[in-house]
């Protein structure tokens, strides 16, 4: 015998009554095993207090060696930005320039001084310099 599931419900072929252990079996089936968006997207990401560093941003601040101070300053910059209500910005700190995006609270990325050179940074609406 098959089975057609509907609205998540489990009826036989030719049947238009519903079979209620089979639907129960579907309904409940590894749902704890299962992740949401969210935490996924958390897996992909890092977080830090205020804001996220997406996964490149992260590989490239690892390169720079950043320290826990210099993340509180990048926090800081967040706020000022946000202050003048920007959406997009970059944040020169040290010899690093750091493009995020103010309204989703992300750094995007970081590109050291050599490797900015010649380099434009576009859709950007503002300059915090720390």
Known sequence: MSYRIVNGRAYSVGNIVPNENLSKNISTKNTQDKKSFKDILNEVTYKHNGFIVSKHAALRLNQINFTEE??????????MAEDKNSKNTVMLYKDIALVASVKNKTL???????RAKDNIFTNVDSVVIL
């Open 70 to 79: 210099d993340m509180r300053q990048i926090e800081k910059g967040f706020k």
């Open 108 to 114: 995007i990325t970081a590109v050291d001084k050599n």
